[in-house]
């Protein structure tokens, strides 16, 4: 065997030890195609490492939720969610010392709190009222805050104003009245929602009667950083859009107003306890290879100095020295302290929230995003949405300005398999 | 070159050991009364549905509803199972208790004993559906129009938790509540509780 392909095998298992396999780059394929990109790509859960596949079902059930398939989507987010909620995860040994990434993904409070929402508009949109309750409770206890100071605890409002809307679908205006005071003893910070929204009173939700959630621009993305990067960073997505106008039937309902931060509540969830093994890992670390290098040196003195005297034991010693320092050396090259930068890059940045009392029947939307400065994003103006107003009962519509959402047309459509007619790889 | 194979060895056991690797899954049957086995979480459980099952039929039996009625009646009490209302953070519960709760009664007891109206909307809708169509003369239909069936009594139960989680624990305290309702006269035949309470530890690196 030559040095080098020694070499290249040597590499090849430390790589594979230190877990530098890459993660899906769900931006990327959305970039690249759209979210048929993504439903294609993840068709097969087995290509993707296990400690990945949460994340990766997330996306798949994202991509297909955005595609129109709506049962296929319920089914991926309700697998994640047993998995995020019930699920004991795995790989936390390795991830004591390798890298971070050898855990299984299970994600943050918030990427939870999403997961549990997605599910439940998924539910609530095919009139199963009693699960999506429970979904939007466990968004609301999922997001825990921060834990040590005690702050930030269930601040993300749009599970609370669904809840609200399935309390009131049952008749329990009590029920309803109980959430929407909870909501407005919350700090009214303007990060994280809009104290003028005018649908945070029961007044207001009894007397509509469709919901539309209008999803803005990108969510949070992780970096590592600092010292071996040993920091995980949490960076703002980039967007223009600041609020939308919807039109229904020609006429104008009005502005959306941001009931939700992704941002905020990335940035609010406290710290972790593998921030503190991250930041131990680092210093062991940078010692471990100073010890390391600096014994292999005194060994290497060591064993010098005894061949030029003659002197057997000294050799010995100084073998002995330069062989432990390679150890530590080697062992402190392999500890990895990179945190994990793994995260649901599919979120969106901002929810907003548009309430409205329409009549009973069929009827044609259209949405315009605005910057902040007032500012039309033309390329972002979607027409001819669908929306079917029940006789009884809630109308709702998810929507995103950018990758936009497809509203299916058909019941058939959305029950329909997205894998259906292709065929596997 | 030998040093070069035993550093690859003990670099393939470092991975292995790690699991590092996808491994592959298998499943087994387990009895869906021992909670040892399952995900460990907190929240409701197959066994826990189970028992309260149980106990509404316990109830039912204890009450003579069946026997009561038929004396009064001379005929088998008819009885909707209401969805359960869920208000715990544990979707999908409902509808397989639901189930479970039917089944369960039927095979309790005869329809000479106690009688079942299916009341699931889509149900609904097809008998409906059905019934335009024999009215119309599209479908063959038997002499003398039958009616759909009236309950006598409506089966209600209701979920709730009180939960609480520090990060590392998750506590659900399950309150599983049932009710017989005498749809004439809207009288609590009766009502039953059961409350079960269940802890979880998450690992700390996934706070």
Not at chain 1, 199 to 227: K, S
Not at chain 1, 287 to 312: F, P
Not at chain 1, 386 to 393: C, F, R, S, Y
Not at chain 2, 102 to 110: G, I, N, Q, S
Request: charged content about 25%; proline content about 4%; hydrophobic content about 40%.
């Amino acid at each position: 065997m030559t040095p080098a392909l020694k070499t290249t095998c040597l590499l090849l298992a430390l790589f594979a030890l230190v877990g530098c396999q890459s993660v899906y780059d769900a931006k990327a394929a959305l970039n690249k195609g759209g979210w048929q990109q993504i439903v294609t790509d993840t068709r097969d859960m087995n290509e993707f490492p296990e400690r990945d596949q949460t994340l990766v079902l997330n996306y798949r059930a994202h991509a297909k939720m955005a595609l129109g398939y709506l049962d296929s989507a319920q089914v991926d987010y309700l697998r994640a969610w047993n998995i995020m909620n019930h699920g004991k995860g795995g790989g936390v040994a390795s991830a004591y010392f390798f890298s971070e990434r050898q855990k299984w993904w299970m994600g943050d409070p918030y990427e939870r709190a999403f997961n549990s929402w997605y599910l439940g508009m998924l539910y609530f949109q095919a009139n199963n009222r009693e699960d999506a309750m429970a979904c939007f409770r466990n968004s609301i206890f999922v997001d825990t805050g921060d834990l040590e100071a005690g702050e930030y605890a269930a601040d993300w409002l749009p599970p609370f104003l669904m809840r609200v809307r399935c309390f009131l679908d049952r008749g329990d205006k009590d029920g309803a009245k109980m959430l929407l005071d909870e909501i407005n003893r919350l700090a009214k910070e303007p990060a994280n929602f809009d104290p003028d929204c005018p649908w945070l009173n029961l007044e207001a939700q009894l007397e509509a009667n469709t919901v539309m959630m209008i999803e803005l621009g990108e969510g949070p993305y992780f970096t590592a950083e600092g010292h071996h990067g040993s920091v995980r960073a949490i960076n703002q997505g980039s967007y223009e859009e600041a609020y939308a106008e919807v039109f229904v039937d020609g006429e104008s309902l009005g502005q959306s107003y941001k009931i939700g931060d992704t941002f905020y509540q990335a940035i609010t969830r406290g710290g972790r306890v593998m921030d503190d093994i991250l930041k131990g890992k680092a210093i062991a670390k940078t010692a471990g290879i100073a010890t390391g290098a600096a014994a292999m040196h005194v060994g290497r003195v060591l064993m010098e100095s005894g061949s030029a005297k003659d002197s057997n034991g000294t050799v010995t010693a100084g073998a002995i020295v330069m062989a432990a320092g390679a150890v530590v050396l080697i062992a402190s090259l392999l500890m990895n302290a990179e945190a994990d930068t793994r995260g649901n890059v599919l979120l969106p940045g901002e929810t907003h929230l548009l309430m409205a009392k329409l009549p009973p029947g069929e009827h044609k939307l259209e949405v315009r995003y605005f910057d902040s400065m007032g500012r039309e994003l033309r390329d972002m103006r979607q027409q001819g949405i669908p929306l079917t107003v029940p006789e009884k009962g809630d109308a709702s519509l998810l929507l995103r300005s950018r990758p936009r959402y497809v509203i299916p047309t058909s019941e058939s459509w959305a029950k329909s398999d997205p894998y259906a007619n292709t065929p596997k790889k | 070159m030998r040093k070069f194979w035993i550093i690859l060895l003990l670099l393939s056991f470092v991975v292995a050991a790690s699991g590092a690797g996808t491994g592959c899954r298998q499943s087994t049957r387990e009895d869906l009364e021992d909670d040892e086995v399952g995900p460990e979480s907190s929240g409701p459980y197959a066994a826990d549905l189970l028992e309260v099952t149980d106990e509404i039929a316990d109830q039912i039996k204890k009450q003579k509803i069946t026997e009561r009625f038929i004396a009064k009646w001379g005929d088998a009490p008819i009885v909707a199972v209401i969805r359960p209302q869920n208000d715990t953070r544990f979707p999908e519960v409902s509808q397989i208790f639901q189930e479970d709760l039917v089944v369960e009664l039927m095979a309790r007891y005869t329809r000479d004993e106690l009688r079942f109206s299916q009341r699931d909307s889509d149900v609904q809708e097809a008998v409906a559906s059905e019934k335009e169509e024999k009215e119309s003369g599209e479908r063959t239909d038997r002499t003398g129009r039958r009616t759909k069936l009236g309950a006598d009594y409506f089966l209600k139960a209701k979920f709730s938790t009180l939960s609480m989680t520090d990060g590392e624990y998750e506590d659900d305290t399950i309150l599983y509540t049932f009710e017989l309702i005498d749809t004439e006269t809207d009288e609590l035949i009766f009502k039953g509780g059961h409350k079960i309470r269940r802890v979880s530890e998450k690992s700390a690196v996934y706070r």
